[in-house]
């Protein structure tokens, strides 16, 4: 991982203001543009094949004399057997209906589950979203206003983006998104530590250029909470030596320049490098001009 790490920011008064308070949001995945952030495909609550070794013989074979004790056939005086060929319920044809039917609830259910574990992971968890440069043309168009906005680079080895707990945290520090080719896809109940930490990090390959670094933090850790519809706003300190530099984009004005200056003297910011960025004379790139 690079030693830097950086965050587009547009004008929006929030996001000067983060030059003064520090303060940064950790958004649920919900509030991101893609539809598809942190929601794999669960194609049943758990896999077939479980469904089958989980309906066993003798399961089924204790359900059907519990129904033969209160039959009619038994205040009868007929036998265990006799019972099982009238309503044909000899095990093999008992096992196949059952699965048969806990296959088709168990793909129909899925959506249900899935809904909850969406609403759980929005209503829990933050993401902090960064990348590896500060001169990603398609970056500064769309998380930067078109230029008018500008770039904050982190100091990616702060102890800031390591906060965890254990060593199998899946959470708490800066990992890289995996671009993919297919949706993750899996059964509710094949859910883990292990899984659930890549389910975290997919994106499809269109997005590949965003070259994104991501940091999940459990909500209820944030300094301050905005209570807001429909996702609450949760923002977490950012430390003064967390920060290393902001760039200013092509096209910002003067007066969000000068915004941003006295925010960071007044934030004890005052020793970061500042930099302006300008179009390079032969090539479809950025240059960083610095200007302090």
């Known amino acids: 991982m690079s030693k830097s790490l950086f965050k587009y920011f547009g004008t929006m008064p929030?996001?000067?203001?983060?030059?003064?308070?520090?303060?940064?949001?950790?958004?649920?995945?919900?509030?991101?543009?893609?539809?598809?952030e942190m929601r794999p495909h669960f194609k049943g609550i758990t896999s077939d094949s479980n469904i089958e070794a989980n309906k066993s013989i003798t399961a089924i074979e204790i359900e059907s004399k519990k129904r033969y004790k209160k039959s009619d056939e038994k205040a009868q005086g007929k036998s265990f057997g006799e019972f099982k060929r009238l309503h044909n319920l000899n095990p093999g044809y008992i096992k196949a209906q059952a699965q048969t039917l806990a296959k088709s609830l168990n793909v129909s259910s899925a959506p249900v589950f899935a809904k909850h574990i969406d609403d759980f992971i929005n209503q829990n968890l933050g993401v902090l979203c960064l990348t590896e440069r500060q001169n990603n043309l398609s970056m500064w168009a769309h998380y930067a206003e078109c230029h008018y906005g500008f770039v904050v680079e982190f100091d990616s080895t702060h102890p800031f983006f390591d906060q965890r707990v254990s060593s199998g945290d899946a959470l708490r520090h800066l990992r890289p998104v995996q671009y993919v080719t297919s949706r993750p896809s899996l059964a509710i109940s094949d859910l883990d530590e292990d899984n659930a930490a890549s389910l975290l990090l997919s994106k499809g390959l269109d997005w590949d250029k965003e070259e994104e670094w991501r940091m999940v933090l459990p909500l209820n850790q944030a300094q301050t909470c905005t209570i807001k519809s429909p996702y609450n706003?949760?923002?977490?300190?950012?430390?003064?030596?967390?920060?290393?530099?902001?760039?200013?984009?092509?096209?910002?004005?003067?007066?969000?320049?000068?915004?941003?200056?006295?925010?960071?003297?007044?934030?004890?910011?005052?020793?970061?490098?500042?930099?302006?960025?300008?179009?390079?004379?032969?090539?479809?790139?950025?240059?960083?001009?610095?200007?302090?």
């Open 14 to 36: 929030h996001h000067l203001e983060f030059t003064q308070t520090k303060m940064i949001r950790f958004s649920q995945p919900g509030t991101f543009n893609d539809i598809f």
């Open 233 to 292: 706003i949760n923002l977490f300190l950012m430390p003064d030596d967390a920060f290393k530099s902001i760039t200013f984009g092509r096209r910002m004005l003067d007066t969000h320049k000068q915004t941003i200056l006295t925010n960071l003297n007044i934030a004890n910011l005052s020793h970061l490098s500042i930099f302006q960025a300008a179009e390079h004379e032969a090539h479809y790139e950025l240059v960083m001009n610095k200007v302090r």
